[in-house]
């Protein structure tokens, strides 16, 4: 009879939880470069409310606890989500559905800012040629003019970019403050054409002009994604920040824009990729998408809310 806990050995760069992982494993990560140990959505991995994670930290790369889509980590105040360095042990608890605690030898710092999502969209409804149609939650789309054709669509389930077309749409719901974050999960993409193609998660959209801030995905035919950060101030759009150009990366990749005070982030799988400052757009408390010209394109699983 087995009497401890079962080893799962990760010496890679990167980890998401398993169901195995629960209860009566500790899950080691051992490697000398920085180490990501992501907590699944309950939609793709359904742990039972109560279950217990394990893990250590066996090598000299940092092990970073990220959240996935829609996962909300718990930490006592004054402490990230690292662990403190070789040797530390933590545990993650599911407290509910999508919210964990994480506690341990963790490294301190600030707090971790626990968003809070007050829209969804999954886009699990019927077909509709003629637009983004109305959540789950019964908020609307609304196109966003000037910035685009309005093309865009539901089909099987996701939302569906029509070959060498563009649109921005807006939830047309205010969020509970100007400090907020959107994300979309970029999916893959369908057709043979020419050109790149590129998804935006917007922020602070006037509620009736075209002025908001985006952070764009692009990717970069054959081979690389770039990313970007704009805003568009009565249509016309201007590159703020340092775009970032690197290899493609594999899809499903949640692109996640966060704008608190006059600091924006864009976070590709939880990994920042670009930084800016910018003061011209305050106060608005609308999110939204968009989508560029390019190949045809599918996106699914939308949330913004407060930070």
Known sequence: MHHGLRPNQQAGTGYTLALSDANERMVECDNAAPFTLTVPPNADVPFADGDVVRLAQLGDGQVTVSPGTGVTLIVNDGFNTNLLGKGSVAFLYKQAIDTWVLTG??????????????????????????????????????????????????????????????????????????????????????????????????????????????????????????????????????????????????????????????????????VTKVTATDNEITGHVRAGIGFGGGLAFFADNYQAGVL
């Not at 719901?173 to 790149?196: C, H, P, R, V, W």
């Not at 499903?252 to 924006?264: A, M």
């Open 105 to 270: 030898n963790l490294e301190a710092g600030s707090s971790v800012v626990v968003p809070t999502a007050e829209l969804t969209d999954d886009f699990n409804r019927p077909n509709d040629p003629a637009g983004l149609g109305t959540s789950a939650d019964g908020w609307p789309w609304g196109v966003i003019a000037g910035v685009g054709d309005g093309a865009g669509q539901v089909l099987l389930n996701q939302v569906w970019l029509p070959t060498n077309q563009s649109g921005f749409w807006r939830a047309e719901k205010d969020l509970t403050s100007a400090d907020m974050f959107s994300e979309i999960q970029a999916i893959d993409y369908n057709g043979t054409g020419g050109g790149n193609r590129s998804v935006f998660v917007v922020c602070r959209i006037h509620p009736s002009e075209n002025t908001f801030y985006a952070g764009r995905h692009i990717w970069v035919r054959p081979d690389e994604d770039e990313y970007q950060l704009v805003k568009f101030v009565n249509g016309v759009q201007t590159p703020i920040g340092t775009a970032v150009l690197e290899p493609h990366a594999t899809y499903p990749t949640t692109v996640r824009l966060e704008v608190i005070g006059n600091q924006l982030t864009l976070k590709a799988d939880g």
